[in-house]
């Protein structure tokens, strides 16, 4: 009988919301090619779907968060042949760094693909055997120019206006051979209107409105989806023709579906037609929520991607999220120049906090971004050393001086600007918008500063008469100080985590909920105050 009702509750809400109850936030990145170590680039766009990730989870979402690895393809061939190595060897070294990497950068994913390892594989092979059986490609011979380096086709329309192709292309040869072809001119119409009737399917807007200018002003090319076994072997082969390879492109995409089917999504286990896993109807994945990805990589992610789910009967992604690209002190960031930033040389000297906060408050989702080494400094000493760090040392070590760590009677003369903060961080973190969520919580950390300068508490205390109106301040500053610590958890979860700690509270600040004024009870004992960012004078982030 309870079973029923549930079962009757269940179905009303899935009704009501058009999705079910045991849908996950589903959330990934871009896969990561393993032809060297992480940069900048990577870092940034791990932490930006780790804070999103975060906060979901901190707004009561249940939340999969997926990253990983793009390990086929001749790139990564080339780099282990490079190296002595066997292409397999070599990705398993990488492997290891690129995992510790997420590690360092403290990411929340709940998996890690690695597009070699045989449940990926086998899911794409699944794919391909269906649309393959569905009549969805087809064989034919190409003579053309193609790009070794990127591993693409080209046709006369990739030239520039000199005649050459771009330098980025590398060297462009001239070949001719036989291939899988997958369809996508039929859909051309059909993805121009989906996206003029989803909106925010692709964001920022300008984004979208590129692939919409790229859809309308060409035609589109069939997709060539494999790579003959004799020049490439380095790809997962063609579950119908052994002579072939998959495209590196087309393995790596399926990488945000392949997943799911190893944890069961019956979503997606419903489009393999194979009896590869059973599904759990407890876990649901597909559709991704987000798909965050650099604008490198949009025509594969908003072209190639939507059609082909199409073809596989597949819901689309709700929103693909472009982020932009790094640059260091106004130039691209390149190996053979050196200008590198290495996150985890940074990391190692200034926090990993610091180095989430740069790059989260530097730059928006959507434009390019500058990094420099002076405005990494400025950064850290103008808002994390000078605004919060040393809002909450002088806010606790002030109720450990003067009321011996215990938190006096409650008060609420901050209480509107903290709720400020919290109603437009939460608005703010449902809209993706984490630098301007970062500026409304800094909005109450110079406020409460403020109030200390205004107020002047270490006046107050040489008056034994003001003793009451001390008690208001202090409280108003701790309480302040554990309502931030809760808004920065997705941003600067060891920051928050650490102000927790100091305020004498356990667990982590990880409920977004504890954001509303008045948790701290009165005659609660804090913690020692100790600097968050210390003050540094070295020259060189
Ligand atoms: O493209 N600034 O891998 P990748 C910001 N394997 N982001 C940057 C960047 C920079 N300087 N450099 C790279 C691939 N990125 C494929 C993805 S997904 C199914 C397959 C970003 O290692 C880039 O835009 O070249 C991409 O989103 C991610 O890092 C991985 O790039």
Known sequence: MRDLRHRIAKAAFVRHTGGSMNKRFFITTAIDYVNGQPHLGHAYEKIVADVIARSRRSLGQE???????????????????????????????LAADWKAFAKKLELTNDDFVRTTEPRHKEFVQAILARLHAAGQFYKETYKGFYSTKEETFLTDKDRLPDGTFDPAYGEVIELEESNYWFKLRAQQQWLIDYLEANPTFVQPDYRRNEVLGFLKNSTLEDLCITRPAARLNWGIPLPFDKDFVTYVWFDALVNYISIPAAHGDATVLATSNSELRTPNSEFELWPADIHVIGKDILKFHAVFWPIMLKAMGLPLPKQILVHGWWQKEGAKISKSTGNIVDPIAVIDEWGLDAFRFYVLRELDIGPDGNWTDAGFRARYQAELANGLGNLVNRSLSMLKRYRN?????????LAAAAAKAADETHALLKLNQLQAALQSIWGLVTRANQYVDQTRPFSLAKDPAQAKRLDEVLYNLVETCRVLAVLLWPFLPDTATKIYAQLGLTGTPDKFSEATWGGLPPGHPIGEPAPLFPRKDSPQP
């Open 63 to 93: 939340v999969f968060f997926l990253t990983g690895l793009d390990e086929h393809g001749q790139k990564v061939q080339q780099a282990a042949i490079a190296e002595g190595k066997t292409p397999q060897a070599y990705c398993d070294q």
């Open 405 to 413: 760590g215990l938190v006096p009677a409650k008060h609420d003369e």
